[in-house]
Every structure is written in structure tokens, then in C-alpha cells.
């Protein structure tokens, strides 16, 4: 495999099981001859140990000295990212429905006081009250058909906010929580990249 170039560029992130032998294939995405990359694919990088707990990350200079070690004379040039995080699956304990009820109470409740201190805060009741008279020239405490078309629409707004129903999804565009979800897991893969490397 003399004067032959591999073009080798580190994936992001993967998904691995426990005592998993870790190839080229798992860790990197490839570029090169044919030939040369259906015989180097399958080369072993990593055996993930009990030890490396939940996640850990693998360095290019790893896959550099795995492609050496068997093909010594082959040209690699590195593109991208100069590491892979990978997690490690870990087994799954069954959550008991009364754990799913009490979360779903908790957060349920917590929203809505927060909602409600909300409102109280910037004296939405009042807002209402006021602008009944101002529609209809009428006092009441109780302004309903103002009032409940309004708690509606704050419904059906935070539902057209997230852009999630349960599972269903109304577009593409992500949601306000898909992108804080993006933005941790970004900000996560960088700690664990910079604890590895800070660690050896």
C-alpha cells in the first residue's frame, strides 16, 4: 500500500456496548482507494474496559498508531476533529410507574405555580378586569370570556413553542429544547474530550 492516501476524519460522537472491541469503522469516517479501505476498516483501535465507566474519548494520534501499525508506508491526512467521544451503553433499570407518576406530578404542579406567580406578579387578573370594561362598558371580578380563551392560547402557545405534541412533531425547525439539548451535549462532549486529555 506504498504512495497510497487515506483521508481519515474522526466522527463526532458513537455509541458503543460494553467490553466492545472498537475498529476504524466505529470511530472514523474514511476516505482513500477501495481496495485499501476494505482492508483497513476492520482494524481493532480500542477494547472498551470496565473501567472507562459510561463515556470516554478516543484520540486520532490512536487511530494514527492503529493504521501504522499494520500499514506503516501509507500516507494518512487527518480532517476535522482530532477526537471521538464515545458512550458507552450502560444497563437499563426499569422505572417503576410510580417514579413516572410522581415526576409527572411534580413538574406538572412546579409549571403551573410558576405560571400562576407569573401572572400574579405582573397583576394579569387586573389587565382582565380592565380591559372587560373597556370592551364592554361592564365591571365583574370574573372577565370568564376573556379569561378562558386566553388560558387556552397559553396552552396551544407553549405546545406551538416546544413544536412537539408527545411525539409529534409539526415542522422541522428545532425547538427551543432541541437546541439547548444540542448546545449541552456539545458543551459535554468537550469536557469529557478535555478531562481525557487533561487525565493522560
Same mark, same amino acid.
Given at each position: ?6 483521508? *481519515? ?35 481493532? *483501535? ?32 487527518? *480532517? ?20 413516572? =407518576? ?19 406578579? *405582573? ?5 382582565? =378586569? ?21 388560558? =387556552? ?48
Amino acid at each position: 500500500m506504498e504512495n497510497q492516501t487515506l483521508f *481519515v476524519r474522526m466522527k463526532p460522537r458513537v455509541e458503543a456496548e460494553r467490553n466492545q472491541q472498537l475498529t476504524l469503522m466505529n470511530l472514523v469516517r474514511l476516505s482513500g482507494d477501495t481496495e485499501v479501505l476494505k482492508r483497513i476498516q476492520q482494524l481493532p *483501535v480500542y477494547h472498551i474496559k470496565k473501567e472507562d465507566g459510561s463515556k470516554l474519548s478516543i484520540d486520532v494520534l490512536a487511530v494514527i498508531s492503529a493504521i501504522r501499525f499494520h500499514y506503516p508506508r501509507i500516507d494518512i491526512q487527518i *480532517v476535522g476533529p482530532a477526537n471521538t467521544v464515545v458512550y458507552i451503553k450502560q444497563p437499563q433499570k426499569r422505572l417503576k410507574p410510580i417514579y413516572i =407518576i410522581t415526576v409527572w406530578l411534580l413538574l406538572f404542579v412546579g409549571s403551573a405555580l410558576a405560571v400562576m406567580n407569573f401572572h400574579e406578579d *405582573v397583576s394579569m387578573r387586573a389587565v382582565h =378586569i380592565r380591559l372587560y370594561y373597556l370592551l364592554t362598558g361592564t365591571d365583574t371580578l370574573y372577565p370568564l370570556w376573556l379569561q378562558i380563551p386566553y388560558s =387556552i392560547g397559553l396552552g396551544i402557545g407553549m405546545v406551538l413553542f416546544f413544536n412537539h405534541f408527545f411525539k409529534k412533531r409539526f415542522n422541522d425547525e428545532p425547538s427551543p429544547l432541541d437546541v439547548e439539548m444540542f448546545n449541552y451535549q456539545q458543551n459535554l462532549d468537550l469536557y469529557v474530550v478535555q478531562k481525557d486529555n487533561h487525565d493522560h
